[in-house]
């Protein structure tokens, strides 16, 4: 379908970059609270029998980040299979995809630990993405009816498998945790060293293929006042699917929602659907709010959407920094707090992830300052190297960047 569209007349479409942005913007709420706030490892925030209504949603709106992130990833990548052959297009995103999981096991897995022994290797997000190009580099050479198929199997059946996974007695084991049911499992790779499996990835890899074929939605065919009634229309529908869905409480999650004391608590167990791995409810929540975002982007331009355009175009070198800051930051109140390097050592026995105690840390007011901080941080650094990556298109490498 994509060959017949002149790729002389595809632009950068800014929306994009800014509905990327700001789900990177929140994204850094989340990590800052992993490393810092007191409560990060005493309690479940999502919890609604022990969490606060602040909390709840300081949690639940970072929800909004990992889908939105990955589904752009597919867009993006149909508006590349515009400009660029089949053959083109495979051989980048295998690579691309290969590199993602090496950055993955090399760079977050120590933004994450601080163990320069890498004791811990961590299968994330970017892993997901990484494992999710390297299949649609296959999936992108069949026809497009072939690839929509293939996502939309994979996103309204994958949940199927709770059925199987819920009966007593079942295991995983370490290929339907990669696959599908891991939700931070740890294996042992030898001796002292694990991995830990925190995004088991075929859903994730479903969510990428249906990005990929919304992308056509996104090509000159299509008007912008067109494209902003079909992003309302697709929005709208979504939300509406997932308070059906969810409303059943039989398919599409597997943890059914309660009736809770209180009119508000029962709202957020509804609400509180299942990330890892996504689920069908989960991402028609938070793609259905993503493409409202989109609609609304459409066109809307001013200095604050600047702002987050500058983060969505430069997002993989901002997710790598920011993990580094965020874990610089929990460093920096370790130690203020009086404890040593053999604390820190000790402490690992517990936690892997070095300068965390459970207990310790900051309050919700000190995770949002910090928040702020890096953001403010971290902005003149993309936009650096956001001019220099506009200045300097001839270098192939930074396309991987």
């Not at 929990?330 to 009086?338: D, K, P, R, S």
Request: proline fraction near 4%.
């Amino acid at each position: 379908m994509s060959s017949s569209i002149s790729s002389t007349t595809v632009k950068r479409i800014d929306s994009i970059d800014v509905l990327r942005g700001i789900v990177m913007v929140i994204m850094a709420i989340d990590h800052v609270r992993d490393f810092v706030h007191d409560q990060a490892y005493t309690g479940d925030p999502l919890n609604v029998l022990t969490t606060t209504p602040l909390l709840y949603f300081t949690r639940w709106i970072t929800h909004l980040c990992a889908p939105t992130f990955v589904f752009l990833s597919g867009l993006s990548i149909y508006l590349q299979s515009i400009r660029k052959t089949k053959a083109e297009l495979s051989s980048f995103l295998f690579k691309r995809g290969i590199w993602l999981i090496f950055v993955e096991f090399g760079l977050i897995s120590l933004a994450m630990t601080f163990n320069p022994f890498y004791n811990l290797l961590v299968f994330q997000v970017i892993w997901s993405i990484g494992i999710s190009m390297v299949i649609l580099s296959l999936l992108s050479q069949l026809p497009y009816r072939i690839v929509l198929a293939v996502g939309l199997l994979i996103v309204l059946g994958h949940n199927s498998l709770d059925f199987w996974e819920a009966e007593p007695g079942f295991k995983a084991g370490f290929w339907m945790d990669l696959f599908h049911h891991g939700s931070f499992a740890i294996y042992p790779i030898n001796g002292d060293h694990f991995i830990a499996i925190m995004y088991p990835f075929v859903p994730w890899t479903g969510l990428m293929i249906l990005g990929y074929c919304f992308g056509f939605f996104f090509t000159v065919k299509f008007t912008s006042a067109q494209r902003q009634q079909i992003l309302l229309w697709f929005g709208i529908s979504l939300l509406g699917f997932f308070v059906v869905l969810r409303g059943i409480n039989v398919y599409g999650d597997p943890h059914p929602w309660t009736v809770q004391t209180n009119g508000f608590s029962t709202f957020l167990s509804f609400i509180n659907v299942h990330k890892y791995p996504p689920s069908l409810a989960y991402m028609s929540v938070m793609i259905g709010i993503a493409m409202l975002g989109l609609a609304f982007l459409e066109n809307f331009q001013n200095r604050i959407t600047n702002l987050f355009r500058t983060f969505g175009r430069t997002a993989f070198f901002y997710y790598i920094l920011h993990f580094y800051v965020a874990h610089l930051f929990a460093m920096i109140l370790f130690f203020y707090n009086g404890h040593t390097m053999d604390d820190a050592w000790k402490a690992l026995q517990k936690i892997p992830f070095l300068f965390q105690i459970p207990g310790e840390g900051v309050g919700l007011g000190g995770v949002y300052l910090l928040w702020i901080l890096l953001i403010i941080g971290l902005y003149p650094l993309c936009r650096w190297y956001d001019g220099y990556k506009s200045a300097h298109k001839e270098k192939w490498w930074l396309s991987y960047l």
